[in-house]
Each structure stands twice: as structure tokens, then as C-alpha cells.
């Protein structure tokens, strides 16, 4: 990484609002580089926040001038320049966080240690140890060509992980950085073990709302290794082709060309057909809380070992689990790592499909469920019929019967 820093450089910062100007970005290039400073820092800050309010009021003083303009002669550009101008704000943390039991903490090594507190309560759960399957050890090997594609898949310019190294670095060295991953990512296949880095996540806290001082009210991001997402990329478009055929057409969520609004028109569609031959629709919308952090990960094993994947790539996904470790970073700091026992794994390309495959077995396992099995319309009957539709964390069953 200190060779990659000296010889590469660094890509030139790009203003992320139209209203930035080149002297902002040039301010807060010299606040990041002022971080172990605090003095120098909040001075830094306090006069890029002046100059941002500045320029962005002049900014919205130009768009309203060409609304008015644009208000007779060219309506659509007119509506398109005030949804520009009136974008969703987001949420600021409060610098505070309440304890558990529901004292104020504002001391900042209190506060990590509240969220490291709050992280283990979260994903702890009772499961089995993890030992390496040797008796069904096997798998092709990665080779040189699926990294590259995996890397081209990969989405760009997000934040690195633990071990700081970006995809857009391991582009940069060509075949020779490719050529280093995929040793690496062979090694790790071949023996089943990764490398504590490659576990690690950081997670970042977003208020859900202004004022949000519970560890319940926030919600997590992720920053996870570059490697790691290689590695599993390439793993999710092996076992792809064994998922899919299990989730069924009534799922919505994490499936290509479809969601929310599919789900939302199959549901319209069906009241306005009851409706026209006078039939009840009752409706139960079920909403998991908690969903993705509550999975477990002896059931998502299960459930692979019966899809009979290579046993390498069983491996893998297990090692990945049952070491995984994550902290959260507050203000540049980071608390201690904890062990995540439950949940799929934030901002892995393998969540979306797992986490399909586990709201599967759960809708299955409700078929045979007293009250809830669906009545079957017989040759000369019409008691109606019982169904489902389901969209990520979110799940709709629904019952038509004849009117009375």
C-alpha cells in the first residue's frame, strides 16, 4: 500500500453537487488531510461550511431565475430544474447515543463502546462450530479470466475495507494485479481458510430520522474488503443457476426485472378482478423486523448442502460466516470488533440470494402450517383459493372467496 501510494496518483476529487466549486474541494482536501488536528480542523470546517452556504444560495438564486423563465415557454425543463433544487435531505447524527438503559452518552469512547455493545447483542445466536468439510472438498478452480470479469462487475468508487486496497488499484496494475488476486483468491479456495482482513466489516450509523439518539433508529452500512467482493462474486455467479430455479415466480424482491411496483400492480389487478365478480379479497401483510440481521446461518447451510453445491464453495460461504467480525467507525475512530452469529453478511454480493433462498424455505414450511394451508378449488366448488406475493423483507398473502 506505501509503494501503491508513492508511485500511483491519486484521482483528482469530483465535486458531487453542481453549486461546488474547484476552491471548495480544495478546503476539504486540506480538512481530510487536517483530521488528526482538531483545532486546525474545526476551523477548516467552519469556512467550507461558509463558503458551501454561499455558493449554493447563489446557485439556487441562478435555477429559480431560469424556472421563472422557463415557466411559459418550457414546462418540462421547468419541472425537471425544481426537483434538481429539491432533493431529499439527509439526516445528520446528533453526537450523542442513548445507553441501554436510556442514559445519554455524549463521551466518544462511551459511545463506541455502546455501539460495539449494540453490534453483539444484535447478531448474537446460537450455532455450531465451523469445521472444514473434507469430505466433499471439492470445486473447479478460479482462474485468471472470471477475475477479471469479476472485477469489471464489481461497482467502482466505493469506500475500501480494512485492508485499504481499492478495486480501481488492483485495475491500475493490469495483468500483474490480476495475476496477484487470482493466486491469492486459489489459495483461499483451495484451503478453506481466509484471512482475518477479508472477514472484517466496518459499519458506518445512519439516522433513520433527525434527532435520533437510539442504536435502533440508525441504520448500517458496510465497508467491506475489495477482495472479499471478487472472491464472491465470482462464488454468486456459480451458484446462481442452482438458487434461481428454487425461488418461486410469486417473489418480487432481488429478482431481475421485478419489484416493488410488480407486486404492488398483481395486488391492484387482483382487487379490481374480485371486485368485478363480487368477491372478498382479504389481505395480511406480514413485515419481518429486523429480517436481514435475524437469518441463521446453520439454516442457510442446510439449505446449500441440499442444493448440492461444490463443496469448496460450501466451505467458502461457511468460512466467511462463522469469522466474520465487525466494528463501527464514528468520527474517523473505530470500536472493537465483534462476531457476527447471525444475519446475512451487509453489502455482500451474496446476500440478496441467500437471503431469497432462506424467505423460500419460510414460505414453504407455511404451507403445511394449520390455518394457513391454501384450500385447493375442487370440480364443482368455489370456496376460493389462498396465495402470496413477497418482495425483499415484506410478504402479502392474500384469500378471494365468494361473497355471502
Same mark, same amino acid.
Request: with cysteine; proline share 3%.
Given at each position: ?43 477548516? @470546517? ?55 438503559? +436510556? ?21 448474537? $445466536?446460537?450455532?455450531? %462450530? ?48 490480476? +495475476?496477484?488476486?487470482? @493466486? ?5 479456495? $483451495? ?61 418480487? +424482491?432481488?429478482?431481475?426485472?421485478? *419489484? ?37 446461518? %446453520? ?10 453445491? %461444490? ?31 447471525? +444475519? ?24 403445511? @402450517? ?11 366448488? %368455489?370456496? *376460493? ?20
Amino acid at each position: 500500500m506505501e509503494a501503491a501510494t508513492e508511485v500511483i496518483p491519486k484521482v483528482k476529487r469530483k465535486a458531487k453537487q453542481k453549486w461546488m466549486t474547484e476552491e471548495i474541494l480544495n478546503l476539504m482536501e486540506e480538512r481530510r488531510c487536517a483530521k488528526g488536528n482538531k483545532e486546525k480542523y474545526e476551523q477548516i @470546517h467552519k469556512k467550507v461550511q461558509e463558503k458551501c452556504n454561499m455558493s449554493k444560495e447563489n446557485w439556487i438564486n441562478e435555477k429559480c431565475k431560469e424556472i421563472e423563465q422557463q415557466r411559459k415557454h418550457a414546462p418540462q425543463t421547468m419541472y425537471r430544474n425544481i426537483e434538481e433544487i429539491t432533493a431529499k435531505r439527509t439526516f445528520l447524527s446528533t453526537g450523542c447515543i442513548k445507553a441501554m438503559n +436510556g442514559d445519554i452518552i455524549i463521551n466518544e469512547q462511551k459511545i463506541l463502546e455502546r455501539w460495539a455493545e449494540y453490534i453483539r447483542e444484535l447478531f448474537k $445466536d446460537d450455532r455450531k %462450530d465451523h469445521n472444514i468439510m473434507k469430505n466433499n472438498f471439492a470445486g473447479p478452480p478460479i482462474m485468471k479470466e472470471k477475475v477479471e470479469t469479476a472485477i469489471k462487475k464489481v461497482k467502482h468508487g466505493k469506500a475500501t475495507g480494512p485492508d485499504n486496497i481499492s478495486v480501481e488499484l488492483i485495475e491500475a496494475l493490469e495483468d500483474f494485479g490480476i +495475476g496477484k488476486v487470482t @493466486h491469492l483468491l486459489n489459495e483461499i479456495y $483451495d484451503t478453506g481458510q481466509i484471512p482475518t482482513d477479508l472477514s472484517k466489516s466496518i459499519f458506518i450509523a445512519l439516522p433513520k430520522k433527525p434527532g435520533a439518539t437510539e442504536c435502533e433508529l440508525h441504520r448500517t452500512i458496510s465497508l467491506m474488503s475489495h477482495i472479499t467482493k471478487i472472491l464472491l462474486k465470482i462464488i454468486m455467479l456459480r451458484l446462481r443457476n442452482k438458487i434461481k430455479p428454487e425461488i418461486v415466480e410469486e417473489q418480487c +424482491g432481488f429478482v431481475e426485472d421485478k *419489484g416493488t411496483s410488480n407486486a404492488i400492480y398483481i395486488l391492484r389487478t387482483l382487487i379490481e378482478c374480485a371486485l368485478e365478480v363480487q368477491k372478498d379479497v382479504y389481505l395480511c401483510f406480514i413485515d419481518y423486523t429486523k429480517a436481514f440481521d435475524r437469518v441463521r446461518h %446453520d439454516e442457510i447451510i442446510t439449505q446449500l448442502i441440499q442444493l448440492n453445491i %461444490d463443496g469448496k464453495d460450501l466451505t467458502i460461504i461457511k468460512t466467511m460466516y462463522w469469522e466474520q467480525t465487525a466494528a463501527m467507525r464514528i468520527e474517523n475512530k473505530t470500536s472493537t470488533f465483534q462476531d457476527i452469529k447471525r +444475519g446475512v453478511r451487509q453489502g455482500c454480493v451474496l446476500s440478496p440470494d441467500l437471503f431469497s433462498l432462506y424467505g423460500e424455505i419460510i414460505m414453504r414450511n407455511l404451507e403445511n @402450517h394449520p390455518g394457513i394451508k391454501k384450500q385447493r378449488k375442487t370440480k364443482g366448488e %368455489d370456496n *376460493g383459493w389462498t396465495g402470496h406475493i413477497a418482495w425483499t423483507r415484506k410478504s402479502v398473502r392474500y384469500t378471494v372467496r365468494r361473497q355471502r
